[in-house]
């Protein structure tokens, strides 16, 4: 099977744009999360969506939403960008969405906000 | 929410060694472990992952360890290689579906 994909793989924008990035999980797979990661946090959980729902939200502003559609493919968007948001945002399948379901990592895409 | 600490965040080993990393989690509920290695301009990739109904997992020259009751977990990599250089993160689930990661080790082999 195809691993998970995520366009485009680099991105520049300046502050106040917004920004949609996409994500196509594995086939098969229904759930799909966001991370951020940044040097200084490491790692953070963004949101994740099963069958078109959001199931769960990290700590971010609602200048951060997503949503999935029927093929399980997700977006996030990000408004009203700002230097902070510059990161790698990563997605990552899993296959039924359970607690111990094997999450896989797409490659991310990296913001760059001038 | 889960708190994952990581240590150390820096590892240098030399080729053939063996490489330990460890991680502390806070929440209780928690029952899935997994490992991650991320090399420079790739996402994370799953090399090896534990549940809580198991104390240990191996898989060829790595091997991971739980300890429930003092909630802890390490990941052992035996006959290190310079291709073994990496960073490493470790997760635990929380009630939520999210993973919560560690900060990372960034592990270095040299020959």
């Known amino acids: 099977k195809a691993g998970v994909t995520q366009t485009p793989r680099y991105l520049i924008k300046t502050r106040g744009q917004q920004v949609t990035l996409s994500c196509s999980p594995i086939?098969?797979?229904?759930?799909v999360s966001w991370y951020q990661q940044t040097p200084g946090q490491g790692l953070q959980f963004l949101f994740e969506?099963?069958?078109?729902?959001?199931?769960n939200k990290g700590n971010f502003p609602g200048r951060f939403s997503g949503r999935q559609f029927s093929n399980s493919r997700s977006e996030m968007n990000v408004s009203t960008l700002e230097l902070g948001d510059s990161a790698l945002y990563l997605c990552?399948?899993?296959?039924?969405?359970?607690?111990?379901?094997?999450?896989?990592f797409g490659p991310g895409t990296r913001l760059t906000v001038l | 929410g889960e708190n994952v600490e990581q240590h150390p965040s820096t590892l240098s080993v030399q080729e053939g060694d063996s490489a330990v990393i460890k991680c502390t989690y806070s929440?209780?509920?928690?029952?899935?472990f997994p490992w991650y290695k991320q090399e420079l301009g790739k996402g994370p990739q799953l090399i090896i992952d534990?549940?809580?109904?198991?104390g240990e997992k191996k898989d060829q020259r790595i091997a991971v360890t739980l300890n429930k009751t003092a909630k802890h977990f390490s990941l052992h990599i035996t006959e290190t290689q310079p291709e073994d250089s990496a960073v490493y993160f470790c997760?635990?689930?929380?009630?939520?579906?999210?993973?919560?990661f560690g900060k990372g080790t960034s592990l270095l082999v040299t020959p």
């Open positions: 990552a399948s899993k296959d039924a969405g359970l607690l111990t379901d094997t999450q896989y």
């Open positions: 086939s098969g797979h229904r759930s």
């Open positions: 969506y099963f069958s078109e729902t959001q199931r």
């Open positions: 929440d209780s509920a928690s029952n899935y």
């Open positions: 534990i549940r809580s109904n198991v």
């Open positions: 997760a635990a689930n929380s009630g939520g579906y999210a993973l919560n």
